[in-house]
């Protein structure tokens, strides 16, 4: 009698657990692979806005949301595009990511938009993925790196660097953001000692930072990932000695590399997407009620990206990934009442009664006419053992 009502037990909680899982979210990021120390964040904080949607009570009547995890790689296509061809079959709304331009491209082109899929990234930043045939599917709440490039470089002429040497990682975003970054640097009147790449995966960058080092300069820039060959020009660099400040991209800001490299980066700095404004502060509550280190790259844009998916829902009142696609850029760009993170609740709410808002969110929201974030940037420095934000650029 008590195994046929444990049998019980579970049927009906694995049955009311299926009911109140209404709705299917993909969640596409990098859980492997050169960005890994970084994303966990980024998921948590999706994660944060689905569940406060869910627990609203508010979206489509009540309904909720199941999360979809799978692993983009952040470099192999292939894997990629597999990854998101089983979570597409899974029967998902919509997907926040991909995560690295090279597979978030490949991810939209060959799976998601055929589909008929929203995607919003929040953190491929190529300027590539800009002129994307996406017939009106693919979002991004990063800034493309068309004016990355220009802030990392107006950074550098501000901290009086003359000469810089760049090695950046041979995919998309490496090469879109050094491109930007080198012109960038040359308008403010810096010489350009050499341009390089450098391949991810290997266990020493000895030889690429011996070109570096024979082109000299005041600094190198490393475009890249921190988890990855990144780190290894650094650690290669510090080792012969050749470079002792380096030019950080957004990939490279993280704290496992301030814990790698400890006060060796005292001379270093960088820039990521990111915001001081009034949203930044009120999601650093909300996320650290929640557990979650905002501090990191993309963990704002992750829950927006999120967020903007569920007010999109509310907005077309439907879960149909068509309605989701028309109604991301009008919650996103307003006009009407301005909606923080914390407040979905509230959002969605006001949509249900017909009401517009205009989500705000933890990074200041707005798009451009092709759906991608205008954005600001966060001036970085290692101070304390920690990357600081100087100041929003």
Do not use: W
């Not at 999601?283 to 569920?310: H, M, N, Q, R, W």
């Amino acid at each position: 009698m008590k195994k046929l009502f444990i049998a019980a037990f579970m049927f009906v909680s694995i049955f009311g657990t299926k009911v109140m899982a209404d709705i299917k979210m993909g969640i596409i990021l990098g859980f492997t692979g050169p960005i890994e120390s970084l994303t966990p964040a980024m998921a948590a904080s999706a994660e944060l806005a689905f569940k406060e949607a869910s627990d609203s009570g508010s979206l489509l009547g009540g309904k909720k949301i199941e999360v979809v995890r799978a692993d983009s790689t952040c470099v192999d296509s292939a894997a990629a595009t597999a990854a998101a061809e089983g979570v597409i079959s899974q029967g998902v709304a919509a997907i926040m990511g991909a995560d690295c331009s090279g597979v978030t491209g490949a991810i939209a082109s060959n799976v998601a938009v055929p589909n008929g899929v929203v995607m919003i990234s929040p953190s491929a930043t190529s300027p590539g993925l800009t002129t994307l045939d996406d017939n009106g599917y693919f979002f991004r709440t990063a800034p493309s790196d068309a004016r990355g490039g220009q802030i990392l470089a107006d950074i550098t002429k501000d901290r009086r660097i003359k000469s810089v040497a760049i090695s950046y990682t041979n995919n998309d975003y490496g090469k879109g953001l050094a491109d930007v970054y080198e012109a960038a640097v040359k308008a403010h009147g810096i010489k350009v000692t050499t341009v390089a790449a450098h391949e991810d995966g290997k266990a020493d960058y000895s030889s690429e930072v011996a070109t570096l080092a024979s082109a000299g300069g005041d600094a190198v820039a490393v475009i890249g990932y921190l988890d990855q060959g990144g780190k290894g020009i650094i650690q290669a660099s510090l080792d012969s000695g050749a470079f002792d400040t380096f030019v950080l991209s957004d990939g490279m800001i993280g704290q496992s590399l301030v814990d790698a490299f400890g006060k060796d980066l005292k001379k270093s700095f960088g820039s990521m997407p990111g915001s001081t404004g009034k949203g930044a502060g009120v999601f650093a509550k909300v996320a650290s009620a929640a557990g979650i280190d905002s501090s990191g790259p993309y963990t704002s844009e992750s829950y927006d990206a999120a967020a903007l998916i569920v007010l999109a829902m509310q907005a077309g009142n439907s879960a149909d990934r068509a309605s989701i696609a028309k109604n991301v850029m009008d919650v996103a760009n307003g006009p009407g009442t301005k909606i923080y993170p914390g407040e979905l609740k509230k959002g969605l709410d006001l949509l249900a009664k017909g009401k517009k808002v205009d989500y705000e969110g933890a990074t200041g929201v707005t798009f451009t006419n092709v759906g991608e974030a205008e954005g600001s940037f966060l001036e970085q420095e290692v101070k304390g053992g920690k990357f600081k934000t100087k100041k929003q650029r």
